[in-house]
């Protein structure tokens, strides 16, 4: 953590937000440990130990705050920069990979060993990586007993506690009492499990950047923008589900409510929904990273709660991909829908919106399907291809070792090149430092005199943006959008005529 005990202290006395998440209080006189932003009053400093992870917090004895609820805070970003393999790591665990395995399996997704991985992880956070997996599964089960009425024994299962014996045991260890007396509610009984939770963020936030974004690109019957609400069904192995995510500004979260049979699957879908949204970016790190060019200064200026929309799936960001190689966002968009209507799964009408479709699974894409969208045979062939090779391989879009090796092993697939590879990787794999080198909008922006600069020229500038390219792509695209809509009108216009 490259904060000082005095920086963090006069952050504590502050109550400063820009610091939430990025360290944590451990007051050594009552054994617990908090938020920088804790309305309780503040601890003299000698009894203050600042730490930069809650699992390092909770590793050291220290109980979580009932006042601040630190499962609340966004991600910390404490070991971003320190170590590429431990930030892989925990990302992965976040997807639920000590849930149903082993460290030993993870250290080999990873290509280290084992106890390599344990001794990086005592470096780096502070605690082990089983002592990771089970703060999460701790703080996502606190959540779910401070904002919803679920009986235990689904808040048990669906924060990945194996039983509810083992549920108890962790929760009076850790705070002194069984999970029933943290709630201060009744239980209530469901048939049909619906709840809304909150999913914070280190602000500012742009919605309607985010909202506009995911809205020209929603592909009817699967997903919808309406009004301040993006919805869309889900399907997490067998389970089918729906989720309709809106902003709460007040609370620093979006607000999110989620309609699943399985409420095992809930942990996943979190984490997928934190992916879609960017919820663990850092706008302070970001700003500060692109500043340093003047053009993109001024960008970032004027959005600074940008952030980078994901993908529900990897799988599906990348069909996407493929789909919109050489043509506009509105054609891509068109023909996922029909990719969509002739290949998905049609679900039951809710009554309620219009949403009625999954995304096509990888093994009902074939030739002749595909071509009959209106897709080239070489774009229909690759898609087709791409969809034999995840179903052969699930671990295609696994993250293993760097931005490079991914980018070079999507770029084996037939149909793939520099460009869709890295757009892949920023929005389906979520890497930070993703660049399109040869995006046209981009050479638009920085054209200087009417001359556009080369891809060449344009990875050279770029170095200075790392590790936030992709956020440096967001913002081109941004500024690109006006001129795009006005070509765009035109281009309509001229066809009419």
Not at 103 to 108: F, I, K, N, R
Not at 122 to 147: D, E, F, I, M, Y
Not at 246 to 263: D, F
Not at 405 to 434: C, F, H, K, N
């Amino acid at each position: 953590m490259n904060l000082t005990p005095e920086t963090c202290y006069q952050a504590l006395l502050a109550r400063d937000s820009r610091y939430d998440g990025r360290f944590f209080t451990c007051v050594t006189s009552t054994g617990i440990y908090c938020r920088p932003i804790c309305p309780a009053p503040a601890p003299r400093l000698e009894h203050c130990r600042f730490v930069g992870t809650a699992v390092a917090a909770q590793e050291a004895g220290f109980r979580p705050c009932l006042r601040c609820r630190p499962e609340s805070a966004p991600d910390s970003p404490a070991w971003a920069g320190t170590s590429t393999t431990v930030a892989r790591a925990l990302r992965l665990i976040e997807e639920g990979a000590l849930d149903d395995g082993d460290v030993e399996a993870l250290a080999e997704r990873l290509g280290l060993g084992s106890r390599q991985l344990r001794r990086l992880f005592r470096r780096h956070v502070g605690a082990s990586p089983l002592a990771v997996a089970q703060t999460r599964r701790v703080l996502l089960a606190k959540q779910l007993l401070h904002q919803t009425d679920l009986p235990l024994i689904d808040v048990a299962l669906a924060s990945g506690f194996g039983s509810v014996r083992r549920f108890n045991e962790v929760f009076r260890a850790l705070f002194g009492r069984p999970p029933s007396a943290l709630r201060g509610r009744r239980d209530v009984a469901t048939d049909s499990p619906s709840l809304t939770l909150l999913l914070s963020y280190r602000p500012p936030y742009d919605w309607q950047a985010m909202l506009a974004f995911l809205a020209r690109r929603a592909v009817k019957g699967l997903e919808q923008v309406d009004g301040e609400t993006y919805r869309r069904v889900v399907r997490l192995g067998g389970t089918v589900g729906r989720v309709d995510v809106s902003h709460a500004p007040e609370a620093t979260a979006l607000r999110v409510t989620i309609r699943l049979p399985e409420l095992g699957q809930l942990p996943s879908l979190i984490v997928r929904l934190r992916r879609l949204f960017d919820l663990q970016a850092d706008p302070d790190a970001i700003r500060c990273g692109l500043c340093r060019d003047p053009d993109l200064a001024t960008l970032v200026a004027s959005r600074p709660g940008l952030r980078l929309p994901g993908g529900w799936d990897p799988f599906e960001i990348a069909v996407r991909a493929i789909l919109g190689q050489q043509v506009s966002v509105t054609v891509a968009t068109r023909l996922a829908e029909r990719l969509v209507e002739r290949l998905g799964e049609r679900l039951p009408g809710d009554g309620e919106t219009e949403l009625d479709r999954l995304f096509p699974a990888p093994e009902r894409f074939t030739l002749e399907a595909v071509k009959a969208i209106g897709m080239p045979t070489a774009r229909a062939t690759a898609l087709v291809r791409l969809a034999a090779a995840y179903s052969e391989r699930p671990s295609l879009f696994d993250r293993r070792g760097d931005l490079d090796a991914s980018v070079a092993r999507l770029r084996e697939l037939p149909g793939i090149g520099e460009w869709t590879a890295q757009y892949i990787a920023m929005r389906g794999l979520q890497e930070s430092d993703a660049f399109l080198a040869s995006d046209v909008a981009l050479q638009r922006v920085l054209a200087r005199e009417g001359r556009r600069p080369t891809p060449r020229e344009l990875l050279a500038r770029a170095e200075a943006w790392r590790p936030w390219r992709a956020y440096a792509v967001m913002h081109l695209w941004h500024a690109d959008a006006p001129a795009a809509a006005i070509r765009q009108k035109e281009t309509c216009d001229a066809t009419l005529a």
